[in-house]
């Protein structure tokens, strides 16, 4: 295949459906117009991941000779592609940057952990999950004072709030916004963006699509 | 002051100092050996660091009229500034990319909320501390695999050991490496390295000195 290819896992449960990091990507390439195709690897086979991605994770791209895992990093490789996703200039790429990695190393850091607490229906109360809590408490209030001044994180939408959002549309499954409507404005403005709502249309088409394909081999055998 | 500033603490208790994240911006500078002053802000007052760092963190690097947060952010930024950070050619420059964000987004993510649970001595079980502890030793093992085999992550030294490495060093206090030597060996090249030694005797040279000038002030008054 040549061009953008998109790699992600050809069938997930029902749960992380609308979740999977391959939406970040889609986003990207739809609000940049950007071609690409969608290409997939075996949810069940860990290992067939591992020379693309050595976490063993989706998503990754690949664009000719180059493959590319992170999100992050597939983001801004596209941002270069289209100021639709980054400007040219340095001071606003020196944004996008620094909000981009702000979105995935100062919240969703927290974020994730938080979540599998969550995920795990565990409310057993430590001095460790006090701090947890406040670190991603302490996190979202700062971005709340944030995003009461601003549109977008960078100027423009850029990819840096498609990091941004992907990360709060997870926290707000949990009802964290509730007192933060700087946040809960800010996410409502990304997720009403079409380049999103097809990407997420496209997910969820994707692995219904692969429910099919289940279903006929089941009947098939 | 022109030319590059790296904004950090006036002071530190011991404790945190030689693990400062400025650590990782004077390392990159050393590295390239680009020259650059060091400023401060005080570490009693989170609001004074707003306008620059909007989780009230250090460090922050200015560049002309540029200011720019995240070490993340901050060392690709570098990278652009010379080879010894990061390659020119495209696949070369993925290869940094996708790393930097391998350390802070898929290592750091799970180790920060790890050793939170450690500093506060919190050894208490339950279902999502497991998931927790699952979620760093699979990224270790994982990591342990690919280091196996390379020397540096992205082919030559780049920003991305400088981030993964300085996030490893957080870990080896809890003793997580004796049972991964590829991990303890990158850590052991990474920190030979001249670059680092003195960005780390500075950072530490750096709060002995307000150490003094806090003494001169007590004695003082």
């Given at each position: 295949m040549t061009g953008l290819?998109?790699?992600?896992l050809d069938w997930v449960p029902e749960f992380p459906r609308g979740f999977v990091r391959d939406l970040r990507v889609r986003w990207a390439l739809e609000e940049a117009s950007l071609p690409y195709t969608v290409a997939t690897t075996p949810v069940g086979d860990a290992e067939a991941r591992l020379p693309f991605q050595p976490f063993a994770q989706v998503p990754w791209l690949t664009d000719g000779d180059i493959t590319l895992f992170e999100t992050g990093a597939i983001l801004l490789y596209l941002g270069e592609k289209s100021t639709a996703l980054m400007p040219r200039d340095s001071a606003g790429r020196a944004k996008v940057l620094e909000w981009?990695?702000?979105?995935?190393?100062?919240?969703?850091?927290?974020?994730?952990?938080?979540?599998?607490?969550?995920?795990?229906?565990?409310?057993?109360?430590?001095?460790?999950?006090?701090?947890?809590?406040?670190?991603?408490?302490?996190?979202?209030d700062r971005l709340e004072a944030v995003l009461a001044k601003r549109e977008w994180l960078a100027g423009a939408f850029s990819v840096a709030d498609i990091a941004m959002s992907d990360v709060l549309r997870q926290l707000e499954t949990y009802g964290l916004f509730e007192d933060r409507p700087a946040c809960r404005g800010y996410l409502a403005r990304a997720t009403a963006r079409p380049a999103f709502k097809k990407a997420y249309a496209d997910q969820i088409a994707h692995f219904e699509a692969a429910d099919r394909e289940r279903a006929k081999e089941e009947r098939g055998t």
């Amino acid at each position: 295949m040549t061009g953008l290819v998109l790699t992600t896992l050809d069938w997930v449960p029902e749960f992380p459906r609308g979740f999977v990091r391959d939406l970040r990507v889609r986003w990207a390439l739809e609000e940049a117009s950007l071609p690409y195709t969608v290409a997939t690897t075996p949810v069940g086979d860990a290992e067939a991941r591992l020379p693309f991605q050595p976490f063993a994770q989706v998503p990754w791209l690949t664009d000719g000779d180059i493959t590319l895992f992170e999100t992050g990093a597939i983001l801004l490789y596209l941002g270069e592609k289209s100021t639709a996703l980054m400007p040219r200039d340095s001071a606003g790429r020196a944004k996008v940057l620094e909000w981009t990695f702000a979105a995935l190393n100062s919240v969703e850091m927290p974020a994730v952990p938080w979540s599998l607490y969550k995920w795990a229906d565990d409310e057993t109360q430590s001095p460790g999950r006090a701090h947890l809590d406040r670190f991603l408490m302490g996190r979202l209030d700062r971005l709340e004072a944030v995003l009461a001044k601003r549109e977008w994180l960078a100027g423009a939408f850029s990819v840096a709030d498609i990091a941004m959002s992907d990360v709060l549309r997870q926290l707000e499954t949990y009802g964290l916004f509730e007192d933060r409507p700087a946040c809960r404005g800010y996410l409502a403005r990304a997720t009403a963006r079409p380049a999103f709502k097809k990407a997420y249309a496209d997910q969820i088409a994707h692995f219904e699509a692969a429910d099919r394909e289940r279903a006929k081999e089941e009947r098939g055998t």
